[in-house]
Structure formats: structure tokens, C-alpha cells
């Protein structure tokens, strides 16, 4: 299971969906075994099937060890490395998966000439060492000079490289997926009153601009693969052209909003899984 450290807002939601995902298994015949991530970094698990919601480092190291050994490992201790905002960025950027104008920073070096040189006013400041943890992780700014300061905050709060996005206006979409099957949701968090941080205020309320759903689905399809991410979610901008930009990938999520229709399809994947390593 994921420690809670690591489901700001969401430790509930996170517990809901992987036990729901393990009964679903369980009924498919699977005999599952959860343990904590705290007994996971301990050396507890010895089964060499392991589905994950870890996001500690040292969790995600021994993931990665325990692939190397021939373990069946899902989510991808890789893949979860991967969905760190700086890595993100460059896998993303380096496949052509849709996604903002990026500059990746050391967070004590100046920035405002860079910005303005880059075109950037509106603009969001993300750590690029890890996922975010607190809201102050992920900070909109207005104009190159309080990017400034924020990156400023960063370095004294010991945070060495940070991600910054040019803002893209239009509707913000939130959507879950499951490499592999046709499960795929998606909706506007806003306007349902679904956030983490509040940061869905910034684009507001969705206008309803027409956009391809299947193209959306395609693009987050490939992040999945160059990512090595089967269970996902993320957020994504469509522009008033309708064009879609993914601004975030997440390594599985909540699926609050879908939990009970996403569960089946994450069980589906991992036996999936399971056939082709047999």
C-alpha cells in the first residue's frame, strides 16, 4: 500500500482503490498478501508479484531491485521513477507526447532573463526531484519576476531542480486509463468539485470545447508506454482550438470518481501480466 505520507488529501481514496483491486483478484482466483510500505522497505514481501502504490524513494530503488531479479513488479518501479516531474518532462518532451513549453532549472540560479527570452508570463513552478507531497510543491505564478522569488522558496526549502511550465488556458481535464484495456475515464475536476491542492481554480470553471476523445485517449495511451506506467491518471489542458496537451501523469492514482467501474480492468491488467510472464 502507499504510505500516507504519500496520498496528500487522498489516503482514503488511495486504500479504497488498490483494496478493490486486490478483491477483484481475489475473486479471479489470486491468493493476495498486502502489507504496508513501511513492511515492504523492511524486507517483508518475499512473493515475486508485487503490485504497488509506493512512492517513497527507497521503496521504488527496491522495486527496481527486485525487477532486475525477475520479479513482476506493477506499476514499474521504473515507471514510477519516471513520473518525477523532471524525468517526465524529458521522456514526454523526447517522445512528442503533447505537453507545455518547458524550462528544467537548478533552483538557485536566475531565471527571469530565461522566461522572458522564452516568452513565459503566466507560468507553473513544479519540484523536479519527486513527486509532489504538499501544495507548495506545484506554485502558479504570474510573471517571470515572482518565478523568481518562488524558485527562491524552493531552494531554501532544500529542493535542487525544478519544472517550469508555461500555463496553457482552456479546460482542465482530469482522466484515469489502464494500459491494455478499454478502460479509460475522464471528467472535469472543477466543475465536480474534485482537487488536491485547489490548483483547478486557476483554469476555473470548463467552458465545454469540443475536442477528439479518441486522440485523448491515444496520447495518454502512449505517455503509459514511454512512461512504463499501466495503471495511470493525469491532467490534461484542451485549448479553445480543442487541441489537448497532457500536464501531468500520475503513477496509479485515486480513481475516486471510478473506483468501482476501474477495478475489474486493473485486475484484468495484472493477470494479463501475469499470463505473458508465465
Request: hydrophobic share 35%; proline share 3%; charged share 30%.
Given at each position: 500500500?502507499?504510505?500516507?505520507?504519500?496520498?496528500?488529501?487522498?489516503?482514503?481514496?488511495?486504500?479504497?482503490?488498490?483494496?478493490?483491486?486486490?478483491?477483484?483478484?481475489?475473486?479471479?482466483?489470486?491468493?493476495?498478501?498486502?502489507?504496508?510500505?513501511?513492511?515492504?522497505i523492511a524486507g517483508d514481501v518475499k512473493e515475486d508479484i508485487i503490485i504497488n502504490m509506493c512512492r517513497e524513494m527507497r521503496s521504488i530503488h527496491l522495486l527496481?531491485?527486485?525487477?532486475?531479479?525477475?520479479?513482476?513488479?506493477?506499476?514499474?518501479?521504473?515507471?514510477?521513477?519516471?513520473?518525477?516531474?523532471?524525468?517526465?518532462?524529458?521522456?514526454?518532451?523526447?517522445?512528442?507526447?503533447?505537453?507545455?513549453?518547458?524550462?528544467?532549472?537548478?533552483?538557485?540560479?536566475?531565471i527571469t532573463a530565461a522566461l522572458?527570452?522564452?516568452?513565459?508570463?503566466?507560468?507553473?513552478?513544479?519540484?523536479?526531484?519527486?513527486?509532489?507531497?504538499?501544495?507548495?510543491?506545484?506554485?502558479?505564478?504570474?510573471?517571470?519576476?515572482?518565478?523568481?522569488?518562488?524558485?527562491?522558496?524552493?531552494?531554501?526549502?532544500?529542493?535542487?531542480?525544478?519544472?517550469?511550465?508555461?500555463?496553457?488556458?482552456?479546460?482542465?481535464?482530469?482522466f484515469y486509463g489502464v494500459q491494455g484495456t478499454p478502460f479509460f475515464f475522464w471528467f472535469y475536476p472543477f466543475d465536480e468539485g474534485h482537487s488536491k491542492y485547489g490548483h483547478e481554480a486557476i483554469n476555473g470553471k470548463s467552458t465545454g470545447i469540443v475536442f477528439d476523445e479518441k486522440h485523448m485517449r491515444d496520447i495518454c495511451q502512449r505517455a503509459s508506454e514511454?512512461?512504463?506506467?499501466k495503471i495511470y491518471g493525469g491532467d490534461c489542458i484542451v485549448s479553445p482550438e480543442g487541441d489537448i496537451r497532457i500536464i501531468d501523469f500520475n503513477d496509479w492514482p485515486s480513481f475516486a470518481p471510478c473506483r468501482a467501474d476501474a477495478a475489474p480492468y486493473i485486475a484484468k491488467c495484472i493477470l494479463t501480466a501475469i499470463k505473458e510472464r508465465k
Open positions: 500500500m502507499r504510505a500516507g505520507a504519500y496520498s496528500p488529501n487522498h489516503i482514503g481514496n488511495d486504500a479504497a482503490i488498490f483494496n478493490a483491486a486486490a478483491d477483484q483478484l481475489r475473486k479471479r482466483g489470486c491468493e493476495v498478501n498486502i502489507y504496508s510500505e513501511e513492511q515492504f527496481q531491485k527486485r525487477e532486475d531479479e525477475g520479479a513482476l513488479v506493477i506499476n514499474s518501479g521504473y515507471g514510477i521513477e519516471n513520473c518525477t516531474r523532471e524525468r517526465m518532462t524529458r521522456i514526454l518532451l523526447g517522445s512528442n507526447i503533447p505537453y507545455p513549453d518547458s524550462l528544467m532549472v537548478n533552483t538557485d540560479e536566475g522572458k527570452k522564452a516568452g513565459f508570463t503566466q507560468c507553473w513552478i513544479k519540484r523536479g526531484d519527486f513527486h509532489a507531497m504538499h501544495k507548495e510543491d506545484v506554485s502558479y505564478v504570474r510573471h517571470p519576476e515572482e518565478a523568481q522569488e518562488v524558485l527562491q522558496e524552493y531552494f531554501l526549502r532544500g529542493i535542487r531542480r525544478a519544472v517550469i511550465n508555461r500555463h496553457l488556458v482552456g479546460d482542465l481535464i482530469k514511454v512512461l512504463d506506467v
